[in-house]
């Protein structure tokens, strides 16, 4: 049987500044997974029909051997939740866990936890469910490049494959599963989300320059000497550090939000062995 899921205000805050806090976390969207049409309905799953042989039928001659070449079976993807009727899949769990390389200011927290990404990823899949029906306008092309640019120099593992080369980003790129061009539409995305949360939370929010300088000495700094890594100076990404910091500032309003889109609508986690509803 699915079990629902319930709403924890820690986990959720973690999810939440994981998903609206600028470069804090570069996995922000995953790309709306099409679902082909018989997985619309994963409870009732179409099955092939049979006749039942008649014995007293003249039997048919033996079967010749098929000229089309064997192709193995492919795996197919586990659902590992299900959010008004939108499917989160494990491939995009996995994806999740890839995607954090890009995130140059992640805390340390023990790791890649499977339980906080499928939150992440239901949070985000609510969000776009809203931005679907409230439609911002859209991010232009070379706004994306820009920050993208400004990414590849801030990454601190993008030092040693030398990302400002584009040898060097293509193959960090690759080795985190992703290509130019998935990943810039999904940074994309991303942007859009943000803006959208920007424009409906961030009202009366302001940050002082003093806010942004603690945040760089006592988070980032630590961080890249945590990686051997040369950090930005301040004003090259005090930018970065104020959308983050304007995002926590709106997570309360951003977690009751999200609390309430999940009491409005259905959002079930699927475990190992279990079934849709």
């Known amino acids: 049987m699915a079990a629902r899921v319930q709403f924890d205000r820690h986990t959720a805050t973690a999810s939440v500044h994981a998903l609206a806090a ?9 790309m709306s997974a099409q679902a082909p049409a018989s997985a619309q309905n994963p409870a009732t799953p179409q099955q092939p029909s049979f006749q039942r042989p008649n014995s007293a039928a003249t039997p048919e001659p033996p079967r010749q051997p ?36 890009f995130d140059p200011y992640r805390e340390v927290n023990g790791g890649f936890s499977r339980e906080r990404a499928i939150e992440r990823l239901i949070n985000r ?8 029906l409230q439609p911002d306008e859209p991010i232009a092309d070379a706004d994306v490049k820009k920050q993208i640019d400004q990414l590849r120099k801030t990454i601190p593992a993008c030092q040693r494959y ?39 939370f961030q009202t009366g929010a302001n940050i002082t320059p003093e ?7 006592n988070y980032m ?31 309360s309003l951003l977690i009751d939000w999200l609390k309430s889109l999940r009491a409005q609508g259905s959002v079930v986690v699927l475990h190992p062995g279990e079934e849709a509803p």
């Open 221 to 251: 700094l630590p961080e890249y000497a945590r990686q051997n890594a040369k950090p930005p100076k301040l004003e090259a990404i005090s930018n970065q550090i104020e959308e983050v910091l304007l995002q926590q500032q709106i997570s």
């Open 66 to 101: 098929s000229m089309m070449p064997h192709v193995p079976g492919t795996e197919l993807d586990r659902v590992v939740a299900i959010v008004n009727g939108d499917l989160i899949l494990d491939s995009d769990v996995d994806e999740e866990r890839r995607f954090a390389a």
């Open 211 to 217: 806010q942004i300088r603690n945040y760089y000495e």
């Open 22 to 30: 600028g470069l804090l976390l570069l996995a922000c969207i995953r």
């Open 162 to 200: 030398h990302c400002q080369t584009k040898e060097g980003w293509d193959r960090f790129l690759s080795d985190q599963g992703f290509n130019e061009t998935t990943f810039f539409q999904r940074w994309k995305v991303r942007m859009e989300l943000l803006q959208f949360i920007s424009e409906r």
């Open 125 to 132: 899949d609510l969000l776009q469910q809203q931005l679907k």
